[in-house]
């Protein structure tokens, strides 16, 4: 599923109206159909879930079906629906739905919307933020086809607050993907009445007051239990905090045809099994050949911990093993191995450092290099902690050995204090993956960490451009660049995720599937799907998210 910015949209409506030749005015129908259509799905869902209330209760059959419940909402968003809905419910009479309409095409696809309503039998009351008379082209034409309808209508005053006694659901129509800012006057105000009403709220496109390339929400904005995009996905759906605003998200199709946004080089994509499979080209059974064995499916030595932090080399070797490849190595301080022998009985350990208290040293990067002999992946990072030289000692690593590399952890800490010159000059083919979480980002570009948080596609997709290696932005939505441009959004994952070790949990998996001979954007991209998957099945199984730690990620690979 490719995602776009609002001039990328644009840009797509623009071909299909003037080159392919599909009147501006369908494009618009089949979006406000569509809206109608996702609004009677959610009719059909309150009612149907006001029969179950009145059952009686069993709470273990609750718990689960509350469980299960919650498990769905955090995989998000997991592709386009195209399936033409009847537009009938139960009980219509018990509907009476607000259209909240502002003056542009947003507006007019709303007014389709409330069209389609009223043909359906459910009651609806067109709202609007400006005088009728303030909307032009399409807009227009529905506001007039609106009329003919005979559907009621009122004009928004601040100095009139809305009466939702009898309403049961708010659209938001008011403001779209040309809009930017904080929505002022008249929209302010009704974007703040529709909230505080408590009424479920579905906006058209995104919703009113999101920043629809970044995710950014200014004030007032729309909290939204369901947001129906249009089209393509937009990338301010994909990131917090817009795509909590959004609720869920259902992606619809209005006449752009599939293979337009890859034809104009569309290069964002939510990361899904078509992707992988199709785009990336990977064969997710990782079928193994029946005259395989541990030598065919990569060696990775993992340079990582300290007396401190043994925990996080543990995990990452864990899940390096888990996640298929034939053999692994832990490279690490001499007084840390009697405390970790046996710990993993599958790992392999060897000492790269010692008389030091269990602390790396500059010195000992020769040692890694020899050791990283004869292995296929070498991951540097989780637990090794900071030392005099380590930046030095980092560079020397990663120029001489010329085999796929994971960064983590303070090896990115080491490449930011070498400042943005840090990978130009080194005499590399193989790929550079890192994996850093927004703060290790921020470093690594000079700025704050709020400022990745504002937009992290595009500093993930320049920062791997710039520099060449395949970026790893870690956080819910993970995003994954490549040097050509392609970027992935993930959308597997759940909040219980957010524990210590889960990131170390993430450069094994990473490291083991480059072992197996997958290329570093396969690897990374899958790696990052299957960790969230991971945490998905972990938090299943536990009825509260709290209770995960990243050892469980480990095991539900």
Same mark, same amino acid.
């Given at each position: ?137 399409? $807009? ?61 709220? %579905? ?194 690593? %990663? ?16 490449? $930011? $204090? ?63 660049? $490549? ?75």
């Amino acid at each position: 599923m490719y995602v776009v910015t609002a001039k990328q949209m644009r840009e797509l409506d623009h071909i299909v109206i003037e080159k392919i030749g599909v009147p501006s005015a369908s494009l618009m129908e089949n979006a406000g159909k569509a809206l109608a259509e996702e609004v009677v799905k959610l009719c059909r869902e309150e009612q149907n879930g006001r029969i179950e209330r009145g059952t009686p209760r069993d709470p273990l059959q609750e718990d689960e079906n509350n469980n299960r419940r919650a498990f769905e909402e955090w995989r998000g968003v997991r592709g386009t629906i195209r399936a033409e809905e009847t537009l009938r419910i139960k009980d219509r009479s018990q509907e009476h739905w607000f259209i909240l309409i502002g003056k542009g095409n947003n507006g007019g696809d709303g007014l389709v919307c409330a069209r389609h309503l009223q043909e359906a039998g459910i009651k609806v009351t067109i709202v609007y933020a400006v005088p009728p008379s303030a909307l032009e082209q399409d $807009a227009a034409l529905q506001r007039d086809a609106a009329t003919a309808y005979r559907i009621p209508a009122v004009v928004y005053s601040e100095k009139e607050p809305l009466s939702f006694h009898g309403i049961t659901g708010i659209v938001d129509a008011l403001l779209g993907t040309g809009s930017n800012g904080a929505p002022r006057k008249a929209y302010a105000a009704l974007i703040r009445e529709a909230n505080e009403s408590g009424l479920p709220i %579905v906006s058209a496109d995104i919703p009113s007051g999101l920043n629809a390339d970044t995710g950014e929400l200014y004030e007032p904005h729309i909290r939204a239990e369901m947001t129906v995009c249009f089209g393509l996905l937009k990338r301010g759906l994909t990131q917090y905090p817009g795509a909590e605003a959004a609720g869920r998200v259902k992606v619809r199709s209005i006449g752009i045809p599939p293979k337009l946004a890859a034809d104009q080089g569309i290069s964002v994509q939510v990361l899904t099994e078509e992707v992988l499979e199709g785009t990336l080209g990977m064969d997710l059974a990782l079928r193994r050949s029946g005259e395989g064995h541990k030598g065919t499916y990569g060696h990775v030595l993992l340079t990582a911990g300290t007396l401190a932090m043994s925990g996080a080399g543990l995990l990452s070797a864990r899940a390096s093993l888990r996640s298929g490849c034939g053999l692994a190595t832990w490279a690490l301080p001499y007084e840390l191995m009697p405390h970790v022998i046996g710990k993993v009985p599958e790992l392999m350990l060897a000492d790269a450092v010692s008389g030091n208290d269990g602390l790396w040293t500059e010195e000992s990067a020769e040692r890694v290099i020899q050791l990283a002999e004869g292995k296929d992946v070498l991951a540097i990072g989780p637990g090794l902690g900071r030392f005099e030289g380590d930046t030095g000692w980092l560079r020397r690593i %990663v120029e001489a050995c010329d085999v796929p590399i994971v960064l983590d952890a303070d090896a990115l800490n080491m490449v $930011a $204090a070498g400042g943005e010159d840090f990978f130009l000059g080194m005499n590399r083919t193989a790929p550079l993956i890192l994996t850093p979480h927004p703060g290790e980002m921020a470093r690594l570009m000079g700025i704050s960490t709020k400022d990745v948080q504002r937009d992290r596609i595009t500093h993930a997709a320049a920062y791997a451009e710039k520099t060449g290696v395949i970026l790893v932005l870690k956080g819910s939505r993970t995003v994954i660049a $490549a040097p050509s441009g392609s970027t992935y959004i993930n959308l597997t994952g759940h909040p219980g995720m957010g524990t210590g070790g889960a990131g170390d949990v993430l450069t094994g998996i990473i490291a083991g599937l480059l072992a197996q001979g997958w290329s570093a954007e396969q690897a990374a991209a899958y790696g990052v799907y299957l960790h969230g998957l991971s945490g998905e099945r972990a938090a299943y199984k536990r009825h509260h998210p709290g209770g995960i730690i990243a050892g469980d990620i480990i095991d539900a690979l």
